[in-house]
């Protein structure tokens, strides 16, 4: 009895410490450069020009939290090519991550009056 308390003991400080690795949040990158690579990388040709999402890739501005989001992008889910250390580095990802941070959100669509006239 005293192993199994011990076990989940010793899960519940590792699962802790992880929640405390995860909630660091982003390095620090800076948006200009960020902007820079989201086209020289052609990212846009899938999510927008604004990450908003296009045909082929799903919105990403504002961003997922950094850890899945660099996930995804060195281990992508689905057809998006994978963006190794070697042709991003990580510096380059939190670039990318604080240009889609930095961009505003989208309006409601409630304000848009256009959009309350259609049936």
């Not at 011990?6 to 990158?29: D, E, H, R, T, W």
């Not at 960020?34 to 296009?54: P, R, S």
Request: hydrophobic share 45%.
């Amino acid at each position: 009895m005293s192993s199994r308390i011990g076990s989940i003991a010793v899960g519940m400080i590792f699962s802790l410490a992880a929640s405390a690795a995860i909630g660091q949040g982003a390095p620090i990158g800076d948006a200009e450069h960020g902007k820079v690579l989201f086209e020289a990388t052609g990212c846009y040709q899938c999510h927008g020009y604004i990450g908003q999402g296009g045909a082929a890739g799903p919105a990403i501005a504002p961003p997922l939290a950094f850890e899945p989001f660099e996930f995804q992008l060195r281990q992508p889910r689905f057809v998006m090519i994978p963006y190794s250390e070697e042709v991003l580095s990580d510096q380059d990802a939190a670039d990318i991550y604080a240009y889609l941070a930095s961009l505003p959100p989208p309006p409601d669509p409630a304000s848009i009056p256009l959009l309350q006239t259609m049936p």
